[in-house]
């Protein structure tokens, strides 16, 4: 059983930057991919990053590329995703999922534990 907590997020105004960091307990956080997801008021989940079991791949949603970096540090079983030129579009509770063993799909359906998430407001 893997538990992951969401920290981070919060008030930022256009722009602006935010890390958000994902911190798993229970198990090594392997091999397991690690996902980002958001869900703005009244829209569906949708997939913003992804990160191998590896680390060695990455994989960004259209909207969020070249802003959003995701990155893991294994020693501390922590993936962060790092958030700049945030944009108000960008409003959303953020969520890090874990594949197990898998390859960071971008379908919601594939991560087996989901945080309970974070909140991202971008405003002025």
């Known amino acids: 059983q893997v538990t992951l907590v969401e920290s981070g997020g919060g008030l930022v105004q256009p722009g602006g930057s935010l890390r958000l960091s994902c911190t798993a307990s229970g198990r090594a956080f392997g091999p397991y991919a690690v996902g980002w997801f958001r869900q703005a008021p009244g829209k569906e989940r949708e997939f913003v990053a992804a990160l191998t079991w590896s680390g060695a791949n990455t994989r960004y949603a259209d909207s969020v590329k070249g802003r959003f970096a995701i990155f893991r540090d294994t020693a501390k079983n922590t993936t962060s995703l790092q958030m700049n030129s945030l944009k108000p579009e960008d409003t959303a509770v953020y969520y890090c999922?874990?594949?197990?063993?898998?390859?960071?799909?971008?379908?919601?359906?594939?991560?087996?534990?989901w945080g309970k998430g974070t909140l991202v407001t971008v405003s002025s």
């Open positions: 999922a874990a594949e197990n063993g898998g390859w960071g799909s971008p379908s919601q359906f594939a991560y087996d534990y």
